[in-house]
């Protein structure tokens, strides 16, 4: 569990009760237990169980592992060619650090365009694996794994470092590994995932022909359609709040039509509060008609602050920041709550349309077949990476299917803006079945069924394992009468747990 989308998939939910009647569970976990422990604390009683807790060390790289790391990002790039894989390899960002760090960094880029071949990557994927399968962090994780002796290692998030390790580790062992692919851009617009694991868990059909498409190394059995468990909360209607109940805690007037402006990441573009300005311009001048409210809820990872200009100008901006808990400035650590989880899904209920740049908030609220209004135009002048917002988010792989499918309306200029706010306002069943044939498209599992999912196949990779495992026995005594080593056994022994719930 290496970051806190994680735990907002897989802990804030039922998966680890359910995971808790098969087997006992160890969660390992890079976030402070005092912290993770208190938002834990507030899960219905029905989803509590008692897991052991570990930490998830983090991952000190050497020289060589950390120029290997960013050689195999490069090379995938470089191999892969998506328009926003070309678009992050034209980006020319100053690089911080020693020179060594510097030098490092050069080096990788080099190697990577050297090795952007299926046989590069992979042979650079050995060089990286040897290098820190050598590192103290591994040897850890295998002594806790002969001692807690997992039939299966399973990981919230593919591409943060730290989990090569833990996966290592569990592969010198002979434990199966598997990872879920957390997003839907990550297979088209990231370097590589992180790990080179047994399973993969994906959204959907069209994520599943991604992976195959840019891992030709991954054979079609080894991939898992689960859906995603992010969006299971919208289809418990014991959370909705009655609309009075939801408005009155916004301090919004129940008889207005609420818009609702989902931020993104800073870093996807710095200037975005301007869209938010230009939207209450249009709202005070009378140009989107009907009288809205306007909500912002900027982006979990974003302290709102770049927007403090936005809200003195225009008081009447609902602000919502997202009750996510800081442990640190690490994006990773960054811990959400159950009463997020809550107040997210009433949003999406309540709210007449949504507003975003090319987010995944989009899925949130087509999901619940409410119109979307994409801003697609440039403000500022000089586009931040070079290129204008069109190229970079509309026409990317994984965002480029929206558009076409007509799921969204994208305002390519301000005018456009409130025109298409204004047409989404007067009837929003415009686009109802382009929104259906997106949502069918990205999410291959019923609303609500995929927490279900992951479990159901995180048991077939424990049967499988298992039935592996008896017949590796049967080999291993077969080779210690030859004169062999004995193989290392596996078993589902108990052991003394720790109460992650209080």
């Not at 098969?22 to 029905?46: I, K, S």
């Not at 959204?203 to 995603?228: A, C, F, N």
């Not at 309540?350 to 949130?364: C, E, F, G, V």
């Not at 305002?411 to 409130?418: M, N």
Request: hydrophobic share 40%.
């Amino acid at each position: 569990m290496p970051d806190g989308v994680g735990v907002r998939n897989f802990l804030l939910s039922p998966f680890l009760k359910q995971m808790g009647e098969a087997g006992e569970v160890c969660v390992l976990r890079a976030m402070p237990q005092d912290d993770l422990t208190g938002q834990l604390a507030n899960l219905p009683e029905e989803w509590r169980t008692e897991a052991r807790c570990e930490d998830l060390l983090p991952h000190r790289e050497t020289p060589a592992s950390l120029t290997l790391r960013n050689a195999l990002a490069y090379a995938q790039m470089h191999w892969a060619q998506t328009k926003s894989m070309r678009l992050r390899l034209q980006r020319t960002r100053p690089v911080k650090g020693s020179w060594r760090t510097q030098a490092s960094f050069r080096l990788a880029r080099v190697i990577g365009r050297v090795a952007a071949s299926p046989g590069g990557i992979a042979l650079l994927d050995r060089w990286h694996g040897r290098e820190v399968a050598r590192m103290p962090e591994t040897e850890h994780y295998r002594k806790l794994f002969r001692e807690f002796k997992p039939s299966v290692l399973f990981c919230s998030h593919q591409r943060p470092g730290s989990i090569l390790p833990p996966v290592l580790a569990a592969k010198s062992l002979g434990i199966p590994t598997a990872t879920f692919i957390f997003s839907w851009d990550n297979l088209t617009s990231k370097g590589r995932i992180a790990a080179p694991f047994d399973f993969y868990f994906v959204w959907s059909e069209q994520m599943r022909d991604e992976l195959l498409r840019y891992y030709p190394d991954v054979d079609e059995k080894q991939i898992h359609i689960v859906g995603t468990p992010q969006f299971d909360p919208y289809d418990d209607a014991s959370l909705l709040w009655s609309r009075a109940e939801f408005f009155a805690r916004i301090s919004a007037d129940t008889s207005r039509p609420l818009l609702c402006y989902s931020g993104g990441d800073v870093g996807n573009y710095p200037p975005e509060p301007e869209f938010v300005r230009i939207l209450m311009r249009q709202i005070r001048e009378g140009h989107i008609k009907g009288n809205p409210q306007v909500l912002l809820r900027p982006a979990p990872v974003d302290d709102g602050a770049r927007y403090d200009s936005v809200r003195r100008e225009f008081p009447e901006l609902i602000y919502a920041q997202p009750a996510w808990v800081r442990t640190s400035e690490k994006w990773s650590q960054i811990l959400p709550t159950l009463d997020d989880v809550n107040f997210l899904t009433n949003l999406t209920y309540h709210a007449d349309l949504n507003i975003n740049l090319a987010s995944t908030m989009t899925l949130d609220f087509a999901l619940r077949d409410k119109p979307i209004v994409n801003v697609a135009f440039d403000v500022d002048g000089v586009p931040p990476y070079g290129v204008p917002i069109w190229d970079y988010a509309y026409d990317s792989e994984h965002y480029r299917p929206v558009v076409e499918l007509g799921a969204v309306r994208c305002a390519c200029c301000p005018e456009e803006l409130a025109e298409h706010i204004n047409a989404y306002l007067a009837d929003s069943s415009l686009d109802r079945e382009n929104r259906e044939r997106l949502i069918k498209l990205q999410i291959g599992v019923a609303l609500g069924r995929s927490t279900e999912r992951v479990v159901e196949a995180l048991r077939q990779i424990e049967k499988l394992s298992n039935v592996e495992s008896a017949l590796l026995r049967a080999s291993s005594v077969q080779s210690t009468v030859s004169g062999e080593a004995e193989l290392l056994p596996r078993s589902t022994s108990s052991e003394v747990t720790v109460d992650l719930i209080p």
